[in-house]
């Protein structure tokens, strides 16, 4: 199955201006991007109450195909029953079945439930290769380099809580930047659900490495395209069980916030160190350059939209349709 394009312009780095004119085909960011090191990423999700979250792995997987990231493992931070299986799924799906999962091993007030997690796990063919998340964050951060690996999250804070208090130092050694999916003003999901507001505010102000937030994606609206691709695909799974077989799209919070650590972020999206993130009770943090700040787009919503469709449909290396 392939995308067509309409005439779009990417701007990639160091190669200028790449144009896609009306092709059919499949146009994938591996033939022009050019060869930069790798990022080595850890993807902190809760992947349970909506399908965004699917859609950033399925992002970061297509990223990683392409020669931008080096994926170390996946973080789950909720709950379900259907969760380690689904994320594996995913995993297997992108030829990434040995990726080691974390899972969070307490408990969240009111845990939350899902429209597509056991549909999509029923994909799984292996046993995921799961463990205790913090003590996967030591086994990874103890044997990478100093300053070497970037944590992106999308969904709640218990595993980085449950890091900051047991590995502070490890983390201001190893890790470089951690970026974070949630409201800068009064957040209302991500940094309160659960009962986790205090927990949100304990990361946000003692993490000792510099942290970013980010909360656009709202009217980005992707996932419209993957109604003709393969049944077997757990991407197209989660959208169809989550919103239905006309593939109305969802809202890409958690996708924009991978594509704001790709090879391109500089192109697309701006840093600001001045203001505050404010949370629900009031309480404030106070920006402040290389320590905390928030990011935004510099691209049109229709250039973020168009991205990510081209990530979340690009199939597997080496896919085959038979």
Same mark, same amino acid.
């Given at each position: 199955?392939?995308?067509?394009?309409?005439?779009?312009? @990417?701007?990639?780095?160091?190669?200028?201006?790449?144009?896609? @004119?009306?092709?059919?085909?499949?146009?994938?960011?591996?033939?022009?991007?050019?060869?930069?090191?790798? %990022?080595?990423?850890?993807?902190?999700?809760?992947?349970?109450?909506?399908?965004?979250?699917?859609?950033?792995?399925?992002?970061?997987?297509?990223?990683?195909?392409?020669?931008?990231?080096?994926?170390?493992?996946?973080? @789950?931070?909720?709950?379900?029953?259907?969760?380690?299986?689904?994320?594996?799924?995913?995993? +297997?799906? @992108?030829?990434?079945?040995?990726?080691?999962?974390?899972?969070?091993?307490?408990?969240?007030?009111?845990?939350?439930?899902?429209?597509?997690?056991?549909?999509?796990?029923?994909?799984?063919?292996?046993?995921?290769?799961? *463990?205790?998340?913090?003590? #996967?964050?030591?086994?990874?951060?103890?044997?990478?380099?100093?300053?070497?690996?970037?944590?992106?999250?999308?969904?709640?804070?218990?595993?980085?809580?449950?890091?900051?208090?047991?590995?502070?130092?490890?983390?201001?050694?190893?890790?470089?930047?951690?970026?974070?999916?949630?409201?800068?003003?009064?957040?209302?999901?991500?940094?309160?659900?659960?009962?986790? #507001?205090?927990?949100?505010?304990?990361? #946000?102000?003692?993490?000792?490495?510099?942290? %970013? =937030?980010?909360?656009?994606?709202?009217? =980005?609206?992707?996932?419209?395209?993957?109604?003709?691709?393969?049944?077997?695909?757990?991407?197209? *799974?989660?959208?169809?069980?989550?919103?239905?077989?006309?593939?109305?799209?969802?809202?890409?919070?958690?996708?924009?916030?991978?594509?704001? =650590?790709?090879?391109?972020?500089?192109?697309?999206? +701006?840093?600001?160190?001045?203001?505050?993130?404010?949370?629900?009770?009031?309480?404030?943090?106070?920006?402040?350059?290389?320590?905390?700040?928030?990011?935004?787009?510099?691209?049109?919503?229709?250039?973020?939209?168009?991205?990510?469709?081209?990530?979340?449909?690009?199939?597997?290396?080496?896919?085959?349709?038979?």
């Amino acid at each position: 199955m392939f995308i067509r394009l309409q005439k779009i312009c @990417y701007q990639w780095i160091a190669t200028g201006l790449l144009c896609a @004119y009306a092709l059919t085909g499949f146009a994938t960011p591996a033939k022009v991007l050019v060869d930069l090191p790798l %990022k080595k990423v850890i993807l902190e999700t809760d992947i349970t109450f909506d399908v965004d979250d699917v859609g950033a792995l399925a992002t970061l997987h297509a990223l990683a195909d392409n020669g931008q990231f080096e994926i170390l493992a996946v973080m @789950y931070n909720e709950v379900h029953a259907d969760g380690i299986s689904a994320i594996h799924a995913i995993n +297997e799906w @992108y030829q990434r079945e040995d990726l080691p999962i974390g899972a969070f091993r307490g408990s969240l007030k009111d845990p939350d439930s899902s429209g597509y997690l056991t549909d999509v796990a029923k994909l799984s063919s292996t046993p995921p290769p799961v *463990q205790d998340a913090l003590e #996967l964050y030591r086994q990874i951060l103890t044997k990478h380099d100093d300053r070497s690996i970037t944590i992106i999250s999308v969904g709640f804070l218990p595993n980085l809580d449950q890091l900051l208090t047991h590995e502070k130092e490890l983390i201001q050694a190893k890790v470089s930047e951690i970026v974070v999916m949630g409201g800068r003003h009064r957040d209302q999901f991500n940094f309160i659900r659960h009962d986790l #507001l205090n927990t949100t505010k304990r990361v #946000l102000t003692n993490w000792p490495t510099p942290l %970013k =937030v980010i909360d656009f994606g709202h009217n =980005v609206i992707t996932g419209t395209d993957l109604g003709d691709k393969d049944p077997r695909n757990p991407i197209r *799974q989660a959208f169809l069980s989550a919103r239905g077989d006309d593939f109305p799209g969802r809202s890409s919070w958690d996708q924009v916030a991978v594509l704001s =650590v790709a090879q391109e972020a500089e192109d697309w999206f +701006e840093t600001s160190s001045e203001g505050e993130i404010i949370f629900i009770d009031g309480e404030k943090i106070k920006l402040k350059p290389n320590w905390r700040s928030v990011v935004d787009p510099t691209v049109s919503r229709e250039f973020l939209e168009t991205t990510i469709e081209l990530f979340m449909n690009q199939p597997p290396l080496d896919f085959n349709e038979d």
